[in-house]
């Protein structure tokens, strides 16, 4: 565990000779509203360490070492986020083996699928929801974590040389910068939106409102705590309080207490008293019906997508999504510009 800036500066000069990196990062999203990054683990061959960002040094010289690496991750987007958010603002290159191993037709594609598959290990998956933040470290979570880049490189070689066989590779490589533009754009919140959970469809009229009060409550007691917004109140919890409230029945949860629930009743008393005009509005378009070339047009386009990843034997939205499918075709030239060159080559055949 490299946990000081001498043990860093001295681990960074392993760095130079390796032109590829395998890292992963954990972070405590399961313990803390505020994420943040816990942990870096890194492998280059003959080291395998774990960085402490927690620790109190300057992480500028591991930025810095890495900044023109070729990172070897497995599913990038969590990764590079968590980097970004910890000062590492550009990660340029990456290997990502979840996208690999899709791309060459490998159906159970977890990182601990692939290491089962290519070197008969089986990871232990006792830490997954373990908390990060926390010091020291029991063995197990070192273990763990050692393991998620322990392999990374080994892999990357055995499904590099199949991409190459099969020629993807060039497929690989522009898939895996498509994804990565994705992972550097900031995500920003619809407050107007956010509060719609899962199961709030069903709600009509007051109920949204109450929701919606009750949601903006928990977030806030959630802030206040540090704590995930399910420790104060499950989402069934939510949907469950606002359909009875908008019944006319009471709710009460045995945990809620003090201040909490003085603030807990004042959003249950906003969501109850609140005018008409203020209530949530729902903008959403009932879906045009496709024309008869629209359907046609869609049709083709999935027999031929379907038939191309038969032959690759690959899953099919790894060509083309079925939201894709629809957008081509409405409007085929629209549609093919949203595609990389490999899929749209897949696809140009069909008549428009």
Not at 89 to 114: C, N, P, Q, W, Y
């Amino acid at each position: 565990m490299i946990a000081d800036s001498n043990s860093l500066s001295e681990f960074v000069q392993h760095l130079a000779p390796s032109d590829r990196i395998g890292l992963d990062t954990e972070a405590d999203s399961l313990h803390c509203y505020f994420e943040k990054l816990c942990l870096i683990q890194i492998s280059i061959p003959g080291h395998d360490v774990l960085v402490d960002p927690l620790a109190d040094m300057d992480l500028e010289p591991l930025w810095n070492a890495i900044a023109d690496k070729e990172l070897i991750l497995h599913g990038l987007d969590f990764d590079v986020r968590m980097l970004r958010r910890a000062g590492h603002v550009e990660v340029r290159r990456v290997f990502d083996t979840m996208i690999a191993a899709r791309l060459i037709g490998i159906k159970e594609f977890s990182l601990a699928a692939l290491i089962s598959k290519y070197f008969g290990v089986t990871l232990v998956k006792g830490s997954q929801k373990a908390n990060w933040a926390r010091r020291p470290l029991s063995p197990q979570m070192i273990d763990y974590a050692i393991n998620d880049t322990r392999y990374l490189l080994a892999l990357t070689e055995i499904l590099e040389g199949e991409m190459r066989r099969l020629g993807r590779w060039e497929w690989f490589e522009q898939i895996c910068q498509k994804t990565l533009a994705a992972a550097h754009i900031t995500r920003e919140r619809d407050i107007d939106s956010v509060w719609r959970i899962t199961g709030s469809s069903a709600l009509r009229g007051r109920a949204t409102v109450i929701l919606r009060e009750l949601w903006m409550w928990r977030d806030e007691e959630a802030r206040k705590a540090d704590r995930p917004a399910f420790h104060i109140l499950q989402n069934s919890d939510l949907i469950e309080a606002a359909r009875r409230l908008d019944a006319g029945e009471s709710v009460h949860f045995h945990h809620l207490r003090g201040s909490r629930l003085e603030r807990f009743e004042k959003a249950i008393e906003v969501g109850l008293t609140l005018p008409e005009e203020n209530w949530p509005k729902f903008t959403s378009k009932p879906r045009s019906r496709p024309s008869l070339e629209q359907q046609r047009l869609f049709n083709e386009f999935k027999v031929c997508r379907d038939k191309a990843a038969e032959a690759l034997n690959i899953d099919p939205t790894l060509i083309a999504s079925k939201a894709v499918l629809e957008v081509l075709a409405e409007n085929p030239q629209t549609g093919m510009e949203t595609l990389l060159p490999w899929q749209r080559a897949l696809l140009e055949g069909v008549a428009v």
